[in-house]
């Protein structure tokens, strides 16, 4: 699997760079995230090497979701710029935003957000069908996403009737089979057992291999070691170091 270029019909054309040095898929640029006398996100600058394996760290509450939230369009900055492949997002509309996701960024949350009255295969396809594919296509794309997590064996299960870890191995296959460029991680092993936890990780690495560019935010040292570069965040800010809970 190739990760997809960002589309013109989303971002317009990616600028060039002028170098051999990996040009910059995301930029964060003295972003701020206040909810009204909070302060979540604190003055965060940072680039985002295409196809690098970023990891945020720290501990709970310091601002990791809520900025993977304003990468994604979840949510807007207050102060500052996102950029995704030099092009600046404030002011993009919902329906831009959407149009994104559903072309260049997959998601995978702590939180499965599987619809229930869906097979696993129907999952799988939601975001294919949402951009108006369908036929052949969808049907090969799904069963090469669900062979590569494991679970064609589960295709025509229910999310009720599978484990934490193999609905969230249907979360990564869904937040991948459009093929996205870039992909962001939410705590993906936070309600996983080791065993689940790891396969997922294998997963975010196989992604990575393949070109993609992983953001993964988690509070598990463990995991450091996946990733290229790693940001530490504490109460909303980026720390040199590690600061213990």
């Avoid at 404030?90 to 949350?109: C, L, P």
């Avoid at 009737?161 to 191995?169: A, C, K, P």
């Amino acid at each position: 699997m190739r990760a997809a270029a960002l589309s013109e019909a989303s971002l317009g054309p990616a600028a060039r760079t002028t170098d051999d040095q990996p040009s910059s898929v995301l930029r964060i640029k003295a972003v701020r995230k206040l909810y009204r006398d909070l302060e979540a996100i604190r003055n965060v600058s940072f680039d985002v090497a295409d196809g690098e394996f970023l990891s945020l760290l720290g501990p709970s509450g310091c601002g990791k979701s809520t900025l993977l939230n304003l990468i994604a369009g979840l949510d807007v900055p207050t102060f500052g710029t996102i950029q995704l492949d030099q092009r600046s997002t404030t002011g993009f509309s919902a329906e831009d935003w959407t149009k994104i996701r559903r072309q260049s960024i997959g998601i995978v949350f702590q939180a499965f957000h599987l619809i229930p009255g869906l097979t696993v295969e129907e999952n799988v396809a939601f975001p294919l069908l949402l951009r108006g594919e369908q036929g052949l296509r969808v049907r090969e794309r799904v069963a090469q996403v669900l062979e590569l997590v494991r679970m064609t064996h589960r295709a025509a299960h229910r999310p009720s009737e599978l484990s934490g870890g193999e609905q969230q191995r249907v979360a990564v296959a869904r937040a991948i089979v459009h093929e996205p460029k870039i992909v962001l991680a939410d705590e993906p092993t936070g309600n996983l057992d080791s065993k689940s936890g790891a396969a997922v990780m294998k997963m975010l690495d196989e992604l990575h291999a393949d070109g993609a560019t992983v953001c993964l935010a988690t509070h598990n040292p463990d995991y450091i070691a996946r990733a290229e570069r790693h940001i530490y965040l504490f109460d909303g800010r980026i720390v040199d170091q590690p600061v213990a809970e």
